[in-house]
């Protein structure tokens, strides 16, 4: 079991869904990486990671999460709508703690 501290409470998780945790974390993380270096529209952002099902999904939860805003735009390669998806405030302090806790455990 894995304990969680989260609004003063603890919380038990089991091993797996710690593990499903630490997944996520780690897809929110690779995909804030990628649209940090630029606001990408989704198409080339789900060309970028390969994978079109499971990626737009992730997209939408993380819109949802607040770590991504998505926006219309025209795309760069035509002069069709796109939609953009660029990392949010919330994403960027996301990546600062993730990017603190790796130093930490790294300094021993």
Request: aromatic share 10%.
């Amino acid at each position: 079991m894995v304990y969680l501290l989260q609004k003063q409470e603890l919380q038990l998780l089991e091993e797996s869904e710690f593990l499903n945790l630490l997944r996520k974390i780690y897809r929110y993380a690779r995909a804030l990486q990628v649209l940090k270096r630029k606001p990408l529209y989704t198409r080339e952002f789900l060309a970028i990671l390969g994978s079109w099902g499971d990626s737009h999904i992730l997209l939408k939860e993380m819109e949802s999460l607040g770590l991504i805003v998505r926006y219309h735009g025209y795309c760069r390669s035509s002069k069709r709508r796109c939609i953009y998806n660029k990392v949010s405030t919330k994403g960027d302090k996301l990546l600062d703690a993730l990017g603190r806790l790796l130093k930490l455990m790294t300094n021993n």
